[in-house]
């Protein structure tokens, strides 16, 4: 067990309305990701972080948006879902230059 | 771009037999990884390699990195069925960032 948990594991939303979805580590480790997985693209980088406050984004990072107030904490946000938003997100946490360790991953569905 | 590509996106093999999966990368990078998935599960870490010409190997799984090549493989020796998967490389460049491939969906036939 890596010490990541995401929350919630499922959700059904309605277009347009927020949601904010949480990864939560034990670890203290410094890095910390959000990943999109669809069929036929693999995992999509949405936005990761490299410490308390630092963020970056990724290759699919419209439409999202994220926080990290503290370690142990990195929030995802989609401010008004829309159907394409439909997916399996996946957080992970990582150690600098060490190997990615994923959450269980959360199947948000938009309709 | 950078670019992560699998070969094949979808292998069907028979118990026994062996068989490579590909895994090419547009730029350069000596940090590739590679994870197993199950159907509705979570990745699971398989193998680190963290410089050119780095081999590791568990059980029937043994995967290489060729750096100027920009090719990481990963070889299945005398398959079984719990190897049943869906197999994805990693490839890290700058920032810690990591880039996956589509990913090999593997089924093993008795």
């Known amino acids: 067990d890596a010490g990541i948990t995401q929350s919630p594991r499922h959700k059904v939303t309605e277009t347009g309305t927020p949601v904010t979805l949480r990864c939560h580590q034990t670890?203290?480790?410094?890095?910390m990701y959000w990943y999109r997985q669809d069929p036929g693209h693999g995992l999509r980088l949405i936005h990761y972080s490299y410490g308390v406050k630092d963020t970056d984004k990724g290759e699919v990072s419209d439409g999202y948006s994220v926080s990290r107030s503290k370690t142990e904490d990195f929030l995802l946000t989609l401010e008004s879902a829309t159907s394409s938003q439909t997916s399996v997100y996946f957080c992970?946490?990582?150690?600098?230059?060490?190997?990615?360790?994923f959450g269980q991953g959360t199947r948000l569905t938009v309709v | 771009e950078l670019k992560v590509e699998q070969n094949p996106l979808f292998l069907s093999m028979q118990e026994g037999k062996n068989y490579t999966i590909y895994c090419n990368y547009s730029t350069t990078s000596d940090r590739l990884y590679w994870y197993r998935q199950d159907p509705g599960k979570s990745l699971e870490s398989l193998f680190v390699?963290?410089?050119?010409?780095a081999v590791k190997q568990e059980g029937r799984l043994m995967a290489s990195l060729d750096t100027k090549a920009r090719l990481s493989t990963l070889h299945i020796t005398a398959a079984v069925h719990d190897l049943s998967a869906t197999y994805f490389c990693?490839?890290?460049?700058?920032?810690?960032?990591?880039?996956f491939g589509t990913g090999t969906r593997l089924t093993i036939i008795p």
């Open positions: 990693a490839v890290e460049f700058g920032n810690e960032k990591l880039t």
């Open positions: 670890e203290n480790h410094r890095y």
């Open positions: 390699l963290l410089s050119n010409g």
């Open positions: 992970a946490i990582r150690g600098a230059g060490r190997q990615a360790f």
